[in-house]
């Protein structure tokens, strides 16, 4: 999700932002509706819709301790904003708006129908509804889609979004994005055509089963290029979904209004029925916890889940437990062993920290069984592929194994430890209490191991530069990480693929560059389907844990609360958090 920065976002999907900041307004009076005794603790997990409305009206209140990093579609990289552009851009597909895992399958959004596939499944060819437009009135064609997937490759301009379309559709072109097209249309691009308006064709070098995953991904939306002001348009992006922008502050606020150019007929995804829907920033989560729990703000987007002190208030009182949900937001927390690092370069030395461990303690650190299961491999759960009884290492024990651990100092020819540094984010306190948990586990086998806090909004630069990390002898790194989309190519590739190693704003942390793991992705992608791929990933996810590249903390989960007056609210697998398209409230 860098693509795949997506850790950019929620870890390093909110990975390299400083919290921005500005104290919230009050609310309105027509929302304090807390009294209500809910449906339930971890009713919006369980597969079905809560309080199924379709009423229209009133204002629905969105909060985060960190801004949009972009609000242009080929921008953004946050998993939250992912969810609010759902409702207002649109893509040639879209994951369905439905609770379980029919919300992880994807629907014709756009497009008239799912791609249709020739050429050996190299060709998608889609065909556009017909009175689908722009919040302007402008009908929306196939050359508006081609026009929004050229601008990502303008990352001169564009940069910080995800970049498969470039590494898919640039063919040894070296198109330069739209800015820079030579062609007087600005429509350059030589693998994708557009014979109609109502009709793109993709040409792939050769088959990709996720591809259709791209097609439902923000940076495949719909641009026009008479409103395109480069790297501005973020300000205002053109919608095509129920809601546009119609004010945009930094760091403060963002409303969005209804676009009454927007046809319900069209959009099976989007039910648009709030007037109005208000994102807020604010510097202070506890606040923001408290004013969640008083009904002032209904639902806090960016998924991470509330502070400790409303966690206790939560769990301990019947009625906001109602309220609550802990679902899997889709993350894996872990600490990485770059290779290039010694002794890290040694599997045994990266075994005896493995085994060091205190499995239970990390997660405490992390605030307890409600911030996520025990982690026993890189592949989470709702991934196809994933197997969540895979543990190589017997991690969900739960329990340090000082013996092995002692026995693979030996074998690595350190038997009485060794000294490296922890690198970790200052601005994440569950990841240093996680750094601190390990660092005591391995000093009781005889690592020495220091602690680096850094700032987390240089991420990039720090633990994402190869050259940084062997200099600063980071032997271990703290890191989160969710897929940008749901296979496990769009999970596991940034990780360990190692054509993805950048020398900034690299997620490979181990450097992993080995030919059988990056030879299983190349036959993942050539799968006639994702469940054909599936396989593929399950043997990746081994080979990577038998090379003791990880140590995994837990796979993720985070206490959220939700406002009693929201109406269909449901878990959709596919954001990891409550969906907005759908999402109304009682005024």
Not at 356 to 383: C, E, H, V, W, Y
């Amino acid at each position: 999700m860098n693509r795949s920065r997506k850790a950019v976002a929620l870890t390093a999907l909110a990975a390299a932002v400083a919290l921005t900041a500005t104290a919230c307004g009050g609310g309105d009076s027509d929302n304090k509706s807390s009294s209500s005794q809910g449906a339930g603790y971890d009713a919006a997990t369980k597969g079905k819709v809560i309080n199924a409305s379709d009423k229209k009206g009133g204002t629905l209140k969105l909060m985060s301790p960190q801004d949009v990093d972009f609000l242009d579609p080929a921008r953004a990289y946050y998993g939250f904003v992912w969810n609010m552009q759902r409702m207002y851009i649109r893509q040639l597909l879209a994951y369905d708006s439905k609770p379980g895992e029919a919300g992880t399958k994807l629907v014709p959004d756009l497009a008239e129908s799912l791609p249709t596939l020739s050429n050996g499944g190299k060709t998608y060819t889609f065909k556009l509804k017909a009175g689908v437009k722009f919040e302007d009135g402008t009908p929306i064609t196939s050359k508006d889609i081609k026009y929004g997937v050229e601008r990502v490759f303008a990352q001169d301009v564009l940069s910080g979004g995800p970049t498969y379309l470039i590494d898919i559709l640039d063919q040894g072109q070296k198109y330069p994005g739209p800015y820079k097209d030579k062609d007087p249309n600005k429509l350059g691009l030589k693998s994708v055509q557009t014979p109609d308006d109502q009709t793109i064709v993709f040409n792939l070098a050769k088959p990709n089963s996720d591809f259709s995953y791209l097609m439902a991904m923000a940076d495949s939306s719909p641009v026009p290029a008479a409103k395109d002001d480069g790297a501005k348009y973020t300000n205002h992006p053109v919608a095509t979904g129920p809601y546009k922008v119609q004010s945009f502050k930094p760091g403060k606020e963002t409303i969005f209004v209804r676009n009454t150019n927007w046809d319900p007929k069209t959009d099976p995804i989007r039910k648009g029925l709030p007037d109005k829907v208000t994102f807020t920033v604010t510097s202070n989560p506890d606040d923001m916890d408290a004013r969640l729990l008083s009904g002032d703000v209904d639902y806090a987007v960016d998924g991470t889940g509330v502070q400790q002190a409303a966690k206790i208030k939560i769990l301990q009182n019947a009625k906001y437990k109602a309220n609550a949900d802990d679902p899997f937001s889709g993350y894996i927390r872990y600490f990485a062993f770059p290779q290039t690092v010694a002794p890290f370069d040694n599997i045994e030395c990266r075994k005896a920290v493995i085994y060091a461990a205190d499995p239970k303690s990390l997660q405490t650190a992390r605030g307890g069984p409600t911030s996520g299961d025990l982690g026993a491999n890189m592949l989470p759960p709702g991934i196809p592929g994933s197997d969540k009884s895979y543990d190589p290492f017997g991690l969900t024990q739960g329990k340090p194994q000082v013996d092995k651990a002692k026995e693979a100092l030996k074998a690595c020819g350190k038997p009485n430890g060794f000294k490296t540094t922890i690198a970790v984010r200052n601005n994440r306190k569950p990841e240093v209490a996680t750094a601190e948990s390990l660092q005591a586990s391995l000093k009781a086998v005889g690592i020495e191991a220091s602690i680096d806090q850094y700032d987390g909004k240089n991420s990039a630069s720090v633990i994402g530069a190869p050259d940084n990390v062997k200099k600063k002898g980071y032997g271990i790194i703290v890191m989160g990480w969710g897929a940008d989309y749901n296979s496990g190519a769009g999970f596991l590739q940034p990780l360990v693929d190692g054509s993805f190693i950048l020398k900034n704003g690299n997620n490979n942390y181990t450097m992993l560059n080995d030919k059988t793991v990056n030879g299983l992705f190349d036959q993942a992608a050539s799968a006639t389907s994702p469940e054909a791929a599936a396989p593929f990933y399950t043997q990746i996810n081994k080979a990577i844990m038998e090379k003791a590249l990880y140590l995994p903390i837990n796979f993720d989960k985070a206490l959220v609360y939700r406002n009693p007056r929201l109406t269909n609210v449901f878990y959709n697998e596919s954001m990891g958090r409550l969906d907005l398209a759908v999402m109304g409230v009682v005024k």
